[in-house]
Nanobody, 117 residues
Framework: QVQLVESGGGLVQPGGSLRLSCAGSGFTFSSYWMYWVRQAPGKGLEWVST????????DYADSVKGRFTISRDNAKNTVYLQMNSLKSEDTAVYYC??????????WGQGTQVTVSS
């Protein structure tokens, strides 16, 4: 069965960095675009970033552009989110999801990112 497992979250000070990972299994990882989506406390889901199958095309929400970088390693069935210059407003549960038709069809369990001094 399809599984997505995120890791790498934690507590970090403002201005710090974290790298999230999402390992996929149970499907042909290299055939799917992938998303990162987040949910801040008391708020709805917010799309963060998208990457195409080969990693050559990426897109970002304006709120993270220039600070976050999405990448993937198809040999390891893993998608990453490098987060730099973190702000308190980046505090959220971060989810990876697989692009289905038309939107996300499978989600991981999420990893908590807390940005606080």
């Amino acid at each position: 069965q399809v599984q997505l497992v995120e890791s790498g979250g934690g507590l970090v000070q403002p201005g710090g960095s974290l790298r999230l990972s999402c390992a996929g299994s149970g499907f042909t990882f290299s055939s799917y675009w992938m998303y990162w989506v987040r949910q801040a406390p008391g708020k709805g889901l917010e799309w963060v970033s998208t990457i195409n199958t080969e990693g050559g095309s990426t897109d970002y929400a304006d709120s993270v552009k220039g600070r976050f970088t999405i990448s993937r390693d198809n040999a390891k069935n893993t998608v990453y989110l490098q987060m730099n210059s973190l702000k308190s407003e980046d505090t959220a549960v971060y989810y990876c999801s697989r692009r289905g038709n038309p939107g996300p069809d499978y989600w991981g369990q999420g990893t908590q990112v807390t940005v606080s001094s």
